[in-house]
């Protein structure tokens, strides 16, 4: 819970000051012996912690989604598998589990979503990642609008979609092989473009990293990188780009 939350609950009454002063006075942290959960993040960065799933012992992951949602009223996790959604299931019956972005979570009901973010990828094989990057940033209070196979070696695709990607306030472009849509977009739109090289490809692409060599090297401008599969990353950080476009004058992300 945020603190500005917590202050508009003693405000309007719905708790009292003794009650929000328990709250403040929490540790920034849940000591598990096995982890630290950082309860105090979404605080200091707008962000609550998220899990990584993958190699986690089962207890342990089990117990971590049971505190995150007992804070938070929603947990969100990366790279799970399938058996790791059945064991949590168990103990929260409300999960939810993606097989193709490998999102484990848990989301309150009927969130908000604001600004818009266009997220395109060069191929079909590039969706899993993402999907990791779109369903992160709606996990995050962003409108996501998915632009799927718009790659190079079909351009017209891509021109098909253009005024819906150049309304954006951010585009995230996932490619791998060469990974050149990145810098098609980059000169095609006004916004930020965040580019995530995919492990996507034949043997000279070397499991992504020809595309992120041909990324970080675009003559494009405007274009950031992320690391190779790293959905996650382009998509938390395409919301904070998206949630600059979302303020008001007041300040704060007005959802529409």
């Given at each position: 819970m945020e603190a500005r939350e917590i202050l508009e609950q003693v405000k309007a009454g719905s708790i009292s000051i003794e009650e929000a002063e328990k709250y403040f006075r929490k540790q920034?942290?849940?000591?598990?012996g096995y982890a630290k959960l950082d309860t105090h993040r979404e605080i200091r960065s707008g962000f609550p912690e998220v899990v990584y799933c993958s190699n986690k012992p089962d207890a342990y992951?089990?117990?971590?989604?049971?505190?995150?949602f007992e804070e938070n009223g929603e947990v969100f996790g990366t790279r799970a598998e399938r058996r790791q959604y059945e064991l949590v299931k168990e103990v929260l019956p409300q999960v939810t589990y993606d097989e193709v972005s490998r999102i484990l979570k848990v989301e309150k009901e009927g969130k908000?979503?604001?600004g818009k973010i266009a997220v395109c990828t060069a191929g079909t094989a590039d969706i899993p990642v993402a999907e990791e990057a779109a369903q992160t940033a709606e996990f995050f209070g962003s409108f996501v609008e998915r632009i799927y196979d718009v790659g190079v070696s079909g351009l017209h695709r891509l021109i098909s979609r253009l005024d819906v990607i150049q309304e954006a306030n951010c585009v995230v472009a996932v490619a791998g092989m060469e990974g050149a849509l990145a810098s098609v977009l980059g000169g095609l739109v006004s916004r930020p473009v965040i580019a995530v090289p995919t492990s996507v490809g034949y043997g000279a692409s070397m499991h992504g990293l020809s595309a992120l060599l041909t990324m970080i090297n675009s003559c494009a401008n405007g274009i950031a990188v992320v690391n190779i599969d790293n959905g996650y990353g382009a998509g938390y950080i395409a919301t904070q780009i998206n949630r600059l476009?979302?303020?008001?004058?007041?300040?704060r992300v007005k959802a529409e």
């Open positions: 920034p942290f849940e000591e598990l992951l089990i117990s971590i989604y049971q505190q995150l908000k979503r604001c476009g979302c303020r008001g004058r007041s300040g």
